[in-house]
């Protein structure tokens, strides 16, 4: 953790959690500080060393615990190379005290310093700087120890800058894997949002795409019948032709009964509002009563029989199921003639939930339904979740649609 990782623009959470998992590991290093501190403390004080060291042992001690306090503990905490390098200045200087005075004694602080230069600074600088600490073991290992063969001195600076620098590296990549393995998750929750927010665009635009469609093959088609009749049933009565305006008025009004069905149709399909708040049986059992209640204008009757226990399926499905039951309906009001459908939902397999529409129209054949039934939409729709469609119809035996989607 010897330096902040650069950070998309969106929030990163993980980063964040992985920063505050090494600011949460502060009162450790504190903790290690103030003992390795206190042990070489109690050895410079009680390990007989003689007086004419023992003073400048102290002071040293005194260097470190306040480049420590003021330096070292903001050095861990923020990552800013000028703090890092300043206090490894003053608190290996004061090492180096210790170790001319007494070598015996400074190993303690190894294992404090060692860990704080791999920690505060760049893995490069950190490198060259446990490297030259080991020249300098070797010259007061030389200088200092005299009984000493010259091989078991570098032998022994040498195991200690190896195995700090192992520690270190191998620590260092770790970490380094961490903070980049928190980015990837990082960007890829982004990328989950924006895609998301691209599903929903595109869903809105389909919608009011589909919308403008309905509302151009029924409503508009219906004024426009509308407005031809009235003028039509105006200019009978000019002429005094009272059966034909009649007649045209009685056709108004039938064509104004249909758009009336077709917006109250539309209404229903406007968003799956009928899915908020209530279960799915609820949701289907309200379409039916919109569509083919004792106010439908075209005679058409439709009921609903649910089958099973009822069970969540998640919003997606339950739209689709939704919007094949609206599209199949508006199939049979629009195009079958049919008098009586059928809307059935199974959850009777344990697997996969059932809808079906039947009618008793006047049928087609599916191989060569127009674009215009919705086929290719509901296909589309189904196969997204992984379920299939079938459709069984004839000329003159009415039509039954079935999905089948995975629970």
Known sequence: MSREPDRPASAVSSVDQLESMWHGQMVYWHAGFALGWLACLVLVVFGGQPQSGRTPSLLALLVLALAYLAI?????ADYRLAHGIAYHVVAWSALTTLLWFDSGKAWVFFFILFPQLWAMLPVRVATAWTIAFGVVLVVFGLARDVDTSPASVMMSAALTVGLSLGMGLFVNKMVDEAQQRALVIDELHAAQKELAAAERDRGVLEERQRLSREIHDT??????S??????????????GDDRTAHDRLALIESVAAENLGEARMIVAELTPGHLQSRSLVEALRRLVDTVGGPASERGLRVGFDAEGKSVALGGATEVVLLRTAQEALANVRRHSGATAA??????????KVALSVADNGAGFDPAAAPRGFGLDGLHARVSELGGIVRIDSAPGRGAVVTVEVPR
Do not use: E, K
Not at 72 to 76: D, E, K
Not at 342 to 348: E, H, I, W, Y
């Open 219 to 224: 409503l508009a088609q219906g004024y426009t």
């Open 342 to 351: 059928q809307v059935t939902l199974s959850f009777a397999d344990p697997r």
């Open 226 to 239: 509308v407005l031809a009749l009235a003028r039509a049933a105006d200019a009978a009565l000019a002429r």
């Open 72 to 76: 070292g503990s903001r050095s861990l």
